[in-house]
């Protein structure tokens, strides 16, 4: 059973926005840290956003500051990717992660410090 599940990607074209959601497979990710992480074909994974398990701290990739807003509700058990002014360079599978330790606010902009992940959502823009 993949631990977490992605949702909200397609195709919008380049200017336009969407919106991702990250929800755990049956278990609460409400005391995690959680993180987005693309992949775009051919490159290696890499950091977009963070949010400690408060909610209180987030952290962006210089890429997506000021476009790009992670946010959270924790009634819901879902981590939110607001993507808005979308570029080309933006198409990536954007994947969902979160560390093994609860409450963890280490580097995190490493994908080697998240435990569990996602399978990714497709988000394709076109110029």
């Known amino acids: 059973q993949v631990p977490l599940v992605e949702s909200g990607g397609g195709l919008v074209q380049a200017g336009g926005s969407l919106s991702l959601s990250c929800t755990a497979n049956?278990?609460?990710?409400?005391?995690?840290?959680v993180g987005w992480f693309r992949q775009a074909q051919g490159k290696e994974r890499e950091f977009v956003a963070a949010i400690t398990w408060s909610g209180s701290n987030t952290h962006y990739a210089d890429s997506v500051k000021g476009r790009f807003t992670i946010s959270r509700d924790n009634t819901k058990n879902t981590v939110y990717l607001q993507m808005n002014s979308l570029k080309a360079d933006d198409t990536a599978l954007y994947f969902c992660a979160h560390p093994a330790e609860r409450y963890w606010s280490g580097r995190v902009y490493y994908p080697d410090e998240y435990r569990f992940w996602g399978q990714g959502t497709q988000v394709t823009v076109s110029s």
């Open positions: 049956g278990r609460p990710i409400t005391r995690y840290a």
